[in-house]
């Protein structure tokens, strides 16, 4: 598995964009980058997954360069509720090889009124 | 909600015992995946199951056993609980298993206590 490194925390303040980057150097052909949010004494949920250029949803935006060796999660106007950790994966997608889902430490993002 | 039941959502017991905590997956889903999270770290990964058979291990310890059942739902049994067992204990399940390709949704949890 393609081993990440995110910060460690990050703040902002109430209506700011976010953007938490992701490294991710042995990313390997088959691999997507995937981004997950988390609450405290809640389960992950999934928040947007790419393999090149940008893909958008409602939630957020992910940005990745050609060499794919990064990603950005962008989080427009964040609010108090978007408080949690978010955690970058990027995984091993061959059917039938390891099918772990590992998660890092994560990004703890402490917005600010 | 995710779909995925977990139950009980919270159990408190004694040092020495033995738990079982249940995972129903979404419909659909053939994988089930099983995370432990203690009090400020990271989700650690037990095992995973696909359609009723073990696809993965991660760090689970001897003491503790999982299985999924023809109906796709999944227990982990936990046993000679310690103290260091309490923790959060997730259950999440995905169509397929293509690990981190896919996208799992995860439970609400457990939350075990072990005094």
């Known amino acids: 598995l393609a081993k990440t490194t995110q910060p460690i925390s990050m703040d902002s303040y109430e209506g700011q964009e976010v953007n938490i980057t992701c490294s991710h150097n042995?990313?390997?052909?088959?691999?997507?980058i995937t981004w997950y949010q988390q609450f405290p004494s809640q389960g992950p949920r999934f928040i947007i997954q790419?393999?090149?250029t940008k893909v958008t949803n409602e939630v957020a935006s992910l940005f990745i360069p050609a060499d794919r060796k990064s990603s950005t999660l962008s989080l427009p106007r964040v609010s108090l509720s978007d408080t949690a950790v978010y955690y970058c994966l990027v995984g091993d997608g061959r059917r039938n090889r390891d099918d772990k889902i590992i998660f890092g430490k994560g990004t703890r993002l402490h917005i600010l009124p | 909600d995710s779909g995925v039941t977990q139950t009980p959502k919270h159990l408190i017991t004694a040092t020495g015992q033995r738990v079982t905590l249940r995972c129903s997956p979404r419909?659909?889903?053939?994988?089930v995946y099983w995370y432990q999270q203690s009090l400020d770290q990271g989700l650690q990964f037990l095992i995973q199951y696909y359609n009723g058979e073990e696809r993965a291990k991660g760090n689970i310890l001897e003491r503790f056993s999982a299985q999924q059942f023809p109906d796709l739902h999944s227990e982990l049994n936990l046993s000679s609980l310690e103290l260091g067992d309490s923790a959060l204990y997730f259950c999440a399940s995905s169509v397929e298993g293509q690990g981190s390709n896919t996208e799992a949704f995860f439970g609400q949890g457990t939350r075990l206590t072990v005094v």
């Open positions: 419909s659909g889903d053939l994988s």
């Open positions: 790419g393999y090149k």
């Open positions: 042995n990313i390997a052909t088959n691999d997507y």
